[in-house]
């Protein structure tokens, strides 16, 4: 497991943005898959955006063509730009990692990864 840590989250108004970074303590290790979850209180966690290690994104369609999923590799970061936000789009978001390779591509569901930090709050008004 590789220890990852979330920040940027924060209350923000319907159609508002929001950019969440997340940050792995292992630099050295490759992970196959990089992905962002979220749950709302009561709920199971839910697919947001994965990156592959070609850096090919996936999205739930739930957030496509306003959420963007990218990587900067040389500091071990992944990011979620978050735009057109909407009051359901408030949860805990979540990084996830998973060192190797799944054989049916991007995984999507929550127990396919091996790696998770704390989450962060994010809050959309209306």
């Known amino acids: 497991q590789v220890q990852l840590v979330e920040s940027g989250g924060g209350l923000v108004q319907a159609g508002g943005s929001l950019r969440l970074s997340c940050t792995a303590s292992?630099?050295?290790?490759?992970?196959?898959?990089m992905a962002w979850f979220r749950q709302v209180s009561g709920k199971d966690r839910t697919f947001v955006a994965a990156?592959?290690?070609?850096?090919?994104?996936y999205y739930a369609d739930s957030v496509k063509g306003r959420f963007i999923i990218s990587r900067d590799t040389a500091v071990s970061a992944l990011y979620l730009d978050m735009s057109s936000l909407k009051v359901e789009d408030t949860a805990i978001y979540f990084c996830?990692?998973?060192?190797?390779?799944?054989?049916?591509?991007?995984?999507?569901?929550?127990?396919?990864?091996?790696?998770w930090g704390q989450g962060t709050q994010v809050t959309v008004s209306s």
């Open positions: 996830a990692a998973r060192r190797n390779e799944h054989p049916y591509g991007i995984p999507v569901a929550e127990v396919s990864y091996d790696s």
């Open positions: 990156l592959n290690s070609y850096g090919t994104p």
């Open positions: 292992d630099r050295t290790r490759s992970n196959a898959y």
